[in-house]
């Protein structure tokens, strides 16, 4: 345990964390305090906390710059303890705090389930391509799960507001980016411009719950392959269950357009299917054929974009932890530029 802290880590009091929790939950914390930030994720901050023989996670939203609606630590806790019962497999949730004076801001904890968050190709080359492929078809298979389960038996009927979702999705980025832009970026509100124009007609058949943020490396996946949680789900809600497809496929495209380590790159391991595999496997466990993603994918793309911006924003203002975000602004451009691309294919 020789890199966990007891003092100074960033944005994690430790005593004022064990004061609150032993309110919340007396007797369950023994002996002194340690915790660490882990490695990876350029959004929320998430921490192991141990008292050497227990652990746990605690998650809270960056330091500095949030913007209004992003970083809802209570949206995460209410989304993964209303699916505990159901075939996503998330963690268990412990706490909830909304008090901004306990750690400076609202934070949440949860159970420490072991398992791998693949991020990189490099994670998954030395598993080759059958195991990778078997991960990548687990991680579409619990997405379907997702999508499948009714809100209403799980009690998120007020979780979100399916009718008008994807006008919301549009005008919400288009404000999240002028809230976030560095400089002066007259294609991404081309995009946003067109994107507007074309919401499509809604559809009553793909609403559901939206994770909002799926990927693999958002996935905890154990030493036997099978997926053991769902992590990161401060943008869930109910709507239109094609955006998590869709922003799916784009995030594999990452690394093919931009190159370097913005977010991930698992789709350049051998044995990761590529977006017609996903498709069909998603078509396969869900049940339900997607039809054209032109519009959902430009969607994505720009979601994306904007992410990357206001990443870049808190980079330039000092405000991240960790390494890795020096070159996060320089996928900007290229995803936007796909973005207009699915819309012009559409």
């Known amino acids: 345990m020789a890199d966990l802290q007891t003092h100074d880590v960033p944005g994690l009091d430790l005593d004022a964390f064990r004061r609150w929790y032993d309110g919340q939950r007396p007797g369950e914390l023994g002996g002194e305090l340690r915790a660490r930030v882990i490695a990876g994720g350029k959004s929320n901050l998430t921490y192991e906390v141990t008292d050497g023989a227990g652990w746990w996670i605690v998650r809270r939203p960056p330091l500095g710059h949030v913007q209004a609606t992003a970083h809802d630590m209570g949206r995460e806790y209410t989304a993964m303890t209303a699916l505990v019962d159901t075939d996503v497999p998330v963690p268990t949730t412990y706490a909830h705090c909304a008090d901004p004076d306990v750690l400076g801001a609202p934070f949440y904890v949860m159970e420490r389930v072991p398992g791998t968050a693949y991020r990189s190709a490099k994670q998954l080359e030395p598993l080759g391509p059958e195991r990778t492929a078997t991960i990548a078809g687990r991680m579409v298979d619990a997405l379907a799960a997702l999508h499948a389960v009714d809100p209403a038996e799980v009690g998120l009927t007020e979780f979100g507001r399916p009718q008008g979702f994807l006008e919301r999705q549009v005008r919400r980025w288009g404000k999240q980016l002028e809230g976030s832009k560095t400089r002066e970026r007259p294609n991404a509100e081309e995009l946003h411009r067109l994107l507007t124009a074309q919401v499509p007609a809604e559809d009553p058949a793909v609403v559901g719950i939206v994770h909002g943020d799926y990927r693999l490396d958002n996935l905890l996946t154990g030493d036997d392959d099978q997926v053991k949680a769902v992590v990161d789900w401060e943008m869930a809600t ?90 996060i602004g320089a996928g900007f451009d290229p995803l936007i530029a796909a973005g207009l691309d699915a819309l012009d294919t559409n």
């Open 238 to 327: 109910l709507g239109d269950t094609r955006t998590d497809v869709a922003l799916l496929l784009v995030y594999d495209q990452v690394a093919l357009l931009a190159g370097g380590d913005l977010v991930a790159d698992v789709s350049r391991a051998p044995g990761y299917p590529d977006a017609a595999g996903h498709l069909a496997r998603y078509a396969q466990a869900s049940g339900r054929e997607l039809g054209d993603m032109g519009f959902h994918l430009a969607l994505a793309y720009f979601k994306l974009a904007v992410i990357l911006e206001g990443i870049h924003f808190r980079y330039l203002q000092g405000q991240t932890v960790g390494e890795g975000f020096d070159q």
